[in-house]
């Protein structure tokens, strides 16, 4: 069975760096039919995919985040991690990862996410 | 960018009912789309995708039609379980995007 398990501060102030790694345990992210992903939740709202990457290095950024984003793998940790900049009180939020399929693009295993509060 | 229109944003209802829920799609999105259950503080679980394909360990009272812009998820007998917010997500764009979430409250 996949596990995923973010990992990184709870409080980030403003402006500063939101750092995130996800281990993954059951499977290895150098498998080629997954995309890894990130996706937040504000509290009390909708989804929101951040962006994914694919084993080779690939990846994709939602277009409104895309100039503060960078998303790494580390095939020898088996992890695979979000940076996200210049951080405002806007980035609040639930931040889970989670595998995507490849084919289907639907997210089938999913982290238990971690809050990420922006405040100084 | 595609939206994702998701009715009701709420609903009551008994154990056992029949629950439908739909989602509809600024464009055509083709059998993209996928269907979630998400707890209070949990993380999303995946019910159905490519519109009608069932997951793996998800029991048979999901299920999942539409194609184009048009998609609907039934729970043909709600039970004690069910009651969550479920979510939309097309995935013919990259990245694809949610619905606003229908919430299921007991009657």
């Known amino acids: 069975q996949v596990q995923l398990q973010e990992s990184g501060p709870g409080l980030v102030k403003p402006s500063q760096t939101l750092s995130l790694t996800c281990s993954v345990s059951?499977?290895?992210?150098?498998?080629?039919?997954?995309?890894w992903s990130w996706i937040r939740q504000h509290p009390g709202k909708g989804l929101e995919w951040i962006g994914y990457?694919?084993?080779?290095?690939?990846?994709f950024y939602n277009p409104s985040l895309k100039s503060r984003i960078t998303i790494s793998v580390d095939t020898s940790e088996n992890q695979f991690s979000l940076n996200l900049n210049a951080v405002t009180a806007a980035d609040t939020a639930v931040y889970y990862c989670?595998?995507?399929?490849?084919?289907?693009?639907?997210?089938?295993?999913w982290g238990q996410g971690t809050l990420v509060t922006v405040s100084s | 960018d595609i939206q994702m229109t998701q009715s009701p944003s709420s609903l009551s209802a008994s154990v056992g009912d029949r629950v439908t829920i739909t989602c509809r799609a600024s464009?055509?999105?083709?059998?993209?789309l996928n269907w979630y259950q998400q707890k209070p503080g949990k993380a999303p679980k995946l019910l159905i995708y490519?519109?009608?394909s069932l997951q793996s360990g998800v029991p048979s009272r999901f299920s999942g039609s539409g194609s184009g812009t048009d998609f609907t998820l039934t729970i043909t007998s709600l039970q004690p379980e069910d009651f969550a917010t479920y979510f939309c997500?097309?995935?013919?764009?990259?990245?694809?995007?949610f619905g606003g979430g229908t919430y299921v409250e007991i009657k």
């Open positions: 989670a595998r995507a399929n490849l084919v289907s693009t639907a997210l089938e295993y």
């Open positions: 990457i694919y084993y080779s290095g690939s990846t």
């Open positions: 059951g499977g290895s992210v150098s498998n080629g039919g997954y995309y």
């Open positions: 997500q097309e995935s013919f764009s990259t990245p694809g995007t």
């Open positions: 490519s519109a009608s």
């Open positions: 464009q055509t999105i083709r059998s993209y």
